[in-house]
């Protein structure tokens, strides 16, 4: 029979094992809108996953964070990557993505799916607009690869 101490150390390797698990598995560390920037107070307050301050874990799977790049890419020119379905193709090209660039400011996973909030910048910036435009694009894992299903932007 193990001695108190030993059992102790061993509950004590089993929770940090836990906590660096899930650590490891989380896209996001840290999520919060305590230290809100001036950046995220031109953002208002309607698009909180969006804004605030974020800590990405540097151990995630960056797939989803490709495929949403190469859709974005695409759907700022009013393209269709070869993966999107019809309607969605669609409604890329009849509303494409308004931006030149883009920075990931939050993600959010869940088994077969992915939410991936980006920061985006562009024209009306250069014609004096502070406004604050947030995008966010939907995914969703087929058993081979990330699909993008959906996007929408906030201004």
């Not at 799977?61 to 379905?85: T, V, Y």
């Not at 920075?103 to 014609?127: C, I, M, T, Y």
């Amino acid at each position: 029979m193990p001695t108190p101490r030993v059992a102790s150390l061993g509950i004590t390797v089993a929770a940090l094992a836990a906590l660096l698990w899930m650590f490891v598995t989380k896209p996001v560390l840290v999520h919060t809108h305590l230290f809100r920037n001036r950046d995220s107070r031109s953002c208002g307050g309607y698009n909180g996953e969006g804004t605030g301050t974020t800590i990405l874990n540097p151990f995630r799977s960056r797939g989803p964070e490709r495929m949403a790049d190469a859709f974005l890419r695409a759907a700022s020119k009013g393209i269709c990557l070869p993966e999107l379905d019809e309607e969605f193709c669609a409604f890329v090209t009849k509303r494409p993505v308004p931006a030149t660039q883009w920075q990931l400011v939050n993600r959010s996973d869940s088994r077969a799916a992915s939410r991936l909030f980006f920061r985006l910048e562009g024209p009306w910036q250069q014609k004096g607009k502070n406004g604050c435009v947030i995008a966010e694009v939907h995914l969703e894992w087929n058993g081979a690869a990330w699909k993008p299903v959906g996007y929408g932007a906030s201004w």
